[in-house]
């Protein structure tokens, strides 16, 4: 990963003189994420910037969605100046009108898609028999004004032979933003748990989110909206209602680089009677590694407000895992 970085070097010097050399991955919510060859990925306060300098071609996207394509080079401070790629008059951009920088050319009709998967496996023999593996994943593919969200999680045991878990929810999600922090969005999820006698519980609705944070540490978004909500029971009569959907999402950077805390929870209340209410949430800890590898460690809680007959209202489950991040 380390020899690309001989063949170009990216450099970044800071007000106060101090230099990087390394890879410009990307300008993220006022930080650079610079891949350096002696300390791995930094992360640089934009603000604290002097001058960037790189030798490639980068795509600088503002705030308001337009776009910059071309090579940097040293500008006026607390700017960045972009050759275009075609050649011309090189343009200062102000660091705090860029919403990303990413490297190479990237048109409007171009998704970027980022995302992560992760995986854990138990397997016990002996006096206790017990196998469990569970996966969950998110990809999101991002383009101009458009947000598309996949999410998936799932959990199978087996203890002695015999099938102790099986459950999996599937979400898809549009997002379109009004504003840079402001959107407007559609989503549907797909449940399914034999031990909460769910055959298919569906949800479908839209709403307005809002990102209230945004930072280089710190992420943080609002959703509320309405849904329609499905269930198939296995052995319970079938039903429907209407439910206003409550979201949060929130991820902070405890260390830079090194731990991450994060809670993301869906609350859906329903509005005929409350005990149609149900809620899944998910809180824990990821530990980026070298290459794109994570450790993760969380709880998931999943609630409802009126279980099938002999059910409970809540399970709860702490998972640990290994996962890959791009």
């Given at each position: 990963?380390l020899?690309?970085?001989?063949a170009r070097?990216?450099?970044?010097?800071?007000?106060?003189?101090?230099?990087?050399t390394?890879?410009?991955?990307?300008?993220?919510?006022?930080k650079?994420?610079?891949?350096?060859?002696?300390?791995?990925?930094?992360?640089?306060?934009?603000?604290?910037?002097?001058s960037?300098?790189t030798d490639?071609?980068?795509?600088?996207i503002l705030?308001?969605y337009?776009?910059?394509?071309?090579?940097?080079?040293?500008?006026?401070?607390g700017?960045?100046?972009?050759?275009?790629?075609?050649?011309g008059?090189?343009?200062?951009?102000?660091?705090?009108?860029?919403?990303?920088?990413?490297?190479?050319?990237?048109?409007?009709?171009?998704?970027?898609?980022?995302?992560?998967?992760?995986?854990?496996?138990?397997d016990?023999?002996?006096?206790t028999?017990?196998?469990?593996?569970n996966?969950?994943?998110?990809?999101?593919?991002?383009?101009?004004r458009?947000?598309?969200?996949?999410?998936?999680?799932?959990n199978?045991?087996?203890?002695?032979?015999?099938?102790?878990?099986?459950?999996?929810?599937?979400?898809?999600?549009?997002?379109r933003?009004?504003s840079?922090?402001?959107?407007?969005?559609g989503g549907?999820?797909?449940?399914?748990?034999?031990?909460?006698?769910l055959?298919?519980?569906?949800?479908?609705?839209?709403?307005?989110g809002?990102t209230?944070?945004?930072?280089?540490r710190?992420?943080?978004?609002?959703?509320?909206?309405?849904?329609?909500?499905?269930?198939?029971?296995?052995?319970?009569?079938?039903?429907?209602?209407?439910?206003?959907?409550?979201?949060?999402?929130?991820?902070?950077?405890?260390?830079d680089?090194i731990?991450?805390?994060?809670?993301?929870?869906?609350?859906?209340?329903?509005?005929?009677?409350?005990?149609?209410?149900f809620?899944?949430?998910q809180?824990?800890?990821?530990?980026?590694?070298?290459?794109g590898?994570?450790?993760?460690?969380?709880?998931?809680?999943?609630?409802?407000?009126?279980?099938?007959?002999?059910?409970?209202?809540?399970?709860?489950?702490?998972?640990?895992?290994?996962?890959?991040?791009?």
């Amino acid at each position: 990963m380390l020899a690309p970085l001989c063949a170009r070097a990216d450099t970044v010097v800071l007000a106060n003189g101090d230099r990087y050399t390394g890879s410009v991955e990307r300008i993220r919510a006022g930080k650079i994420e610079l891949i350096t060859a002696d300390a791995g990925t930094v992360f640089i306060d934009a603000s604290k910037v002097d001058s960037v300098t790189t030798d490639r071609t980068v795509t600088v996207i503002l705030k308001d969605y337009s776009r910059h394509i071309g090579r940097l080079v040293p500008s006026v401070i607390g700017a960045l100046g972009v050759v275009p790629e075609g050649g011309g008059e090189t343009v200062s951009v102000p660091v705090s009108r860029v919403s990303v920088l990413l490297p190479g050319h990237l048109d409007e009709s171009q998704w970027r898609i980022t995302g992560r998967v992760n995986a854990g496996l138990t397997d016990t023999e002996g006096n206790t028999e017990v196998r469990r593996l569970n996966a969950d994943a998110e990809i999101v593919a991002r383009r101009n004004r458009d947000r598309l969200s996949f999410t998936a999680r799932g959990n199978q045991g087996v203890e002695r032979g015999e099938n102790t878990e099986a459950n999996a929810t599937v979400g898809l999600k549009y997002d379109r933003f009004i504003s840079e922090r402001w959107y407007g969005y559609g989503g549907t999820t797909f449940e399914h748990d034999r031990f909460k006698d769910l055959r298919l519980r569906t949800t479908a609705g839209g709403g307005l989110g809002h990102t209230v944070i945004d930072s280089g540490r710190t992420a943080l978004a609002f959703e509320a909206g309405l849904d329609l909500v499905t269930v198939d029971y296995i052995a319970s009569p079938d039903q429907s209602n209407s439910a206003l959907q409550v979201g949060t999402r929130f991820n902070h950077a405890l260390i830079d680089g090194i731990v991450e805390l994060f809670h993301n929870n869906q609350v859906f209340v329903g509005l005929a009677h409350f005990k149609q209410s149900f809620a899944r949430s998910q809180s824990g800890l990821r530990f980026p590694m070298r290459a794109g590898l994570l450790f993760s460690v969380h709880l998931n809680l999943d609630w409802d407000g009126e279980p099938a007959p002999g059910r409970r209202s809540l399970d709860r489950s702490l998972v640990l895992s290994l996962g890959y991040r791009w």
